[in-house]
């Protein structure tokens, strides 16, 4: 449990054990207030529900704001005992694993989106300026003004990508963010102004914020891309690859890729994406 919870630190983990799921320690703690559920055991914080239930009471926590990770069983009873018999490596109880990840901007079943309105996912970047990431006024801030943007729609896997000049009065960006009214905003920690960050959370529907250690290389981000377009050839139409020229664009696509990678979206959403460029703000 702890192994694969040290990996998932930032999220409620629903553990498969048997027929049901079950929550442990903080996780349990949360899930009884948001969702009710009864507690099931005094030796330690532990509640559960019935494997049908899981959307339903996924859907709720994520609701609430949190991130949920699935773990799942990933080998029967009788192979975790043919795997002791034989001496094989592994763990002494059934193997599981984290199988899916549920967050606000990334959803795509039927069961937790909960209506017909897109949910977006927006990866936002801030092009390096003379000013030091993280000032806390506009006055401040010299650099970091314009912006990139990779906004997705993971159940209807559209994706919009470009870039866009903004003032002091980040008036751009308001409007960007007023007309989307997007679900999550990922960003680089050591990116993304603390204004920026403030002005998010300040936001009338505010959007579930992801921050990432740190952005993509520029490097790295072409080389992401190039492997995109070797496994998918003529899947960028010609006005995404000339955006992706500029490499805050392409830093910001990069980015939101590998986030989609981290709640094991990818293989679900880019092999079937639909590219556009993102209309100006």
């Known amino acids: 449990y702890w192994k694969l919870k040290s990996k998932h630190f930032d999220k409620i983990a629903l553990f498969k054990v048997g027929k049901f799921y079950e929550l442990f320690y903080y996780d349990a703690f949360i899930s009884q207030r948001e969702c009710g559920l009864k507690w099931m055991s005094v030796a330690k914080p532990h509640v559960g529900f019935p494997e049908m239930a899981k959307h ?37 109880c059934v193997e599981r694993d984290a199988c899916e990840v549920y967050t606000k901007g990334t959803l795509v079943d039927p069961e937790l989106l909960g209506g017909a309105g897109a949910r977006y996912m927006v990866y936002l970047h801030f092009e390096e300026g003379p000013a030091q990431h993280g000032a806390a006024n506009a006055s401040e801030v010299r650099g970091g003004l314009n912006f990139s943007v990779c906004l997705m729609d993971c159940a209807t896997s559209q994706i919009q990508v470009g870039n866009i000049k903004d003032g002091l009065d980040r008036n751009a960006l308001r409007t960007l963010l007023a007309q989307v009214q997007p679900s999550e905003v990922v960003y680089s920690l050591t990116n993304m102004p603390a204004e920026v960050v403030m002005l998010v959370k300040r936001l009338p529907c505010r959007p579930q914020l992801s921050p990432l250690k740190a952005a993509a290389s520029t490097l790295a981000a072409k080389d992401m891309l190039n492997r995109y377009r070797k496994q998918h050839p003529d899947k960028l139409p010609p006005a995404v690859e000339e955006a992706l020229k500029a490499d805050d664009t392409l830093v910001a696509t990069a980015g939101a890729m590998d986030y989609l990678d981290a709640v094991m979206l990818s293989k679900r959403v880019l092999p079937f994406a639909t590219w556009d460029v993102l209309s100006s703000f």
């Open 56 to 92: 339903n009471y996924a859907k709720m926590l994520v609701d609430a704001g949190y991130k949920v990770v699935v773990v799942e069983q990933v080998e029967r009873v009788a192979e975790q005992q043919q795997r002791k018999d034989q001496g094989q490596d592994g763990p002494k």
